[in-house]
Every structure is written in structure tokens, then in C-alpha cells.
């Protein structure tokens, strides 16, 4: 194992534990079952009137798949989400994604790795959030393809008004990606493949409990035609509790976990709350 494992701070004020899934369960029952919710029904984000169904989640040789389908039209249009339990908040959280891209496509379609507590209304001061999102094909206004590394103050749905400090990186990231976010009391910094996208600090730093989730949707702007549909897939997640831990120890710490023949492990202490994944 590499010394980047043994480069962590401690932090003893805040919860320990290890929470690790390596996607391994035989089918959408047993997902359920290690206490993943699976987003069923509609809401933010994505077009109004599209809807995510937990028939849009696949797992197959150890790989979980997120699909998205469409044909422009909301009503066609079923996206997909999953969520942990609600209680990470100081620590470090890891995902190996693969993106995809799909040359000629301009679907506004996002994919998505990030960690959120609910909004309970507009402007909510207890919200928080820390996400990647990729989009392939552009959109938001914008034709360029580009991940952003995000850490939310707070914001209103309708009409949109956020408040929030982005990283952004330019270009195609279609394929296997390493995503990594720390969070402490005072800051957060996004990695992708081991390179600091932003540091970001203030009133936009989390501050309550979230639930690891990720999600595959489609954003305004889609032309209504055939139908067509798209992939992302997530190869394990690793959150550790407590600690700030460098990207490279993350992944040596998933490949240990891996060869022990470790296919999920939680040891991080439960909160309390429900995980609504409506967000």
C-alpha cells in the first residue's frame, strides 16, 4: 500500500467509520436490501413531468449502471437515482465512474456522483451539498463539454436562484474516472484522477448530515424526435468518516477492501435521518 494511505488527518471531534460498496449484490432487491433507496417517482432535478424509476438501475459483474431514456418529451423521458442513508458530512468520499459520451448527440443529459442533505424550502440555511456533475453533450445555456465540482450554500428551485462555488473543467472525460471529494469543517476540495479541481470555502461548506447518491438526467433543451437512451456506470464508492484522505489512499484503500473480498462494508454510525432522495 502506498504512503498516500498514511497521509490522512484525524479528526477526532468529528464521527469515525468506513462506509465501502463495491456494487456486487445479484439484483435491485438486494440493492434495497444494503440500504440503497431507489428514486421512484418525479421531481427535481430534470425536465417537469419526466420520472425516475428504479427500473432505470442495472447491476451486472459487479458494475452498477445508471440509464436514462428519451425522446425529447417529458413524458418520454425516465431518469434514475440512488441514495445512501443521510449521515456523511466530515470526511472523505470517492467514486470510480465512468462517464459516457456519445458523439453527435446534444441531449443536455447529466451525470452525476454527489452528496446532499434535503432542501426543506427556498433559500433553506441548512441545506448542503457537494456534487460532480458531467456534462457530456453541454447545456445550462452552454455548447461546451465540461465536469464541475460544486460545494451549495443554498438555493431556490423556482425560479432557479443559486448560491453556491464552482470549479470547472473543460472538455471530454468520457471513460473510467477517479472523483474524490473532501470535506472538513472549514473547507472542501474536488479531485478528478488525483488533480485539485477547486478548493472552495464560507457559508459553502456543508454543515449537515447528506446521503452519497448519484444520478443520470436530462436538463431543458433536448429536441423532441426518436427515442434514444444513455449510460453511466459506477464501479464502487468509498467514504471515510472523519478523516481527510488523499485520492491516492482512497483508491488503494478500495483495492484492499477488493482483495480482502470485501463487497460492502458500514461502520459509519447512523443519524437518525431518513434519505428522501428527491434531489
Not at 45 to 54: D, E, K
Request: overall charge negative; glycine content about 10%; aromatic content about 10%.
Amino acid at each position: 500500500m502506498r504512503a498516500a494511505w498514511l497521509l490522512l488527518a484525524a479528526a477526532p471531534a468529528f464521527a469515525a467509520g468506513e462506509f465501502f460498496d463495491d456494487f456486487a449484490q445479484k439484483d435491485l432487491d438486494a440493492l434495497r436490501a444494503s440500504g440503497w433507496v431507489l428514486r421512484d417517482g418525479m421531481g427535481h432535478p430534470g425536465l417537469p413531468g419526466a420520472r425516475f424509476s428504479p427500473a432505470q438501475l442495472a447491476l451486472q459483474g459487479g458494475l452498477l449502471t445508471l440509464r436514462l431514456a428519451t425522446d425529447g418529451t417529458p413524458a418520454n423521458t425516465t431518469l434514475a437515482q440512488l441514495c445512501a442513508a443521510r449521515k456523511f458530512l466530515i470526511g472523505t468520499t470517492t467514486a470510480r465512474v465512468r462517464f459516457r459520451d456519445t458523439p453527435g448527440s446534444r441531449d443536455p443529459v447529466i451525470q452525476s456522483f454527489f452528496l446532499a442533505s434535503p432542501l426543506k424550502h427556498d433559500y433553506d440555511p441548512d441545506f448542503s451539498e457537494v456534487d460532480f456533475e458531467y456534462l457530456p453533450h453541454g447545456g445550462w445555456g452552454e455548447p461546451e463539454t465540461r465536469l464541475y465540482g460544486v460545494s451549495w450554500q443554498t438555493v431556490r428551485i423556482d425560479p432557479w436562484q443559486s448560491f453556491n462555488q464552482a470549479s470547472i473543467v473543460q472538455g471530454s472525460f468520457d471513460g473510467w474516472q477517479l472523483l474524490t471529494v473532501q470535506v472538513e469543517a472549514t473547507r472542501t476540495r474536488h479531485y478528478v484522477n488525483g488533480r485539485l479541481m477547486g478548493e472552495h470555502t464560507g457559508r459553502n461548506v456543508p454543515s449537515k448530515p447528506m446521503a452519497i447518491s448519484f444520478n443520470h438526467w436530462l436538463a431543458a433543451g433536448a429536441v423532441a424526435g426518436a427515442p434514444r437512451a444513455y449510460e453511466f456506470d459506477v464501479d464502487w464508492v468509498l467514504h471515510e468518516a472523519g478523516r481527510t484522505v488523499s485520492p491516492a489512499g482512497m483508491q488503494d484503500r478500495a483495492a484492499q477492501l477488493r482483495k480482502q473480498g470485501v463487497a460492502r462494508q458500514d461502520t459509519v454510525p447512523d443519524a437518525g435521518l431518513t434519505s428522501e432522495c428527491n434531489l
